[in-house]
């Protein structure tokens, strides 16, 4: 229960641009966050997303000078190789995703660490 109150209270959704790690170009697409998933949308009016990503496991940050992202108002959210980077359309809108999606990828770091700490205690250590 307390995870679904979590994941209700963590909501967004808006216009982001969107870039792989080895791609050129940016897309613009509708992005909706619910229930630690982002789902990418064409238009805000579309029905069924072209695409969704679970955010959990994932780790946000900025990008990094060796990412070579030369624009403001950039964010990275990167799983092992998987590395996705999503500009915002204003300085509040970059700071609303990073601290909506950024608490879903510390809750779920602070998950995988307890996990692991019950796994240790539940084997007798």
Known sequence: MRDYSR??????SGYLLRKFKNSNG???LWVVFTNFCLFFYKTFNEDAPLASLPVL????S?????DSIQKDLVFKLQFKNHVYFFRAESEYLFTRWMEVVGSATQNSARTRLFSRMDSYFDAGY
């Not at 994941?7 to 967004?12: K, P, R, W």
């Open 57 to 60: 496991g994932y780790t946000i």
């Open 62 to 66: 900025t990008p990094e000078p060796v």
């Open 26 to 28: 940016w897309q613009k």
């Open 7 to 12: 994941a209700m209270s963590h909501q967004l």
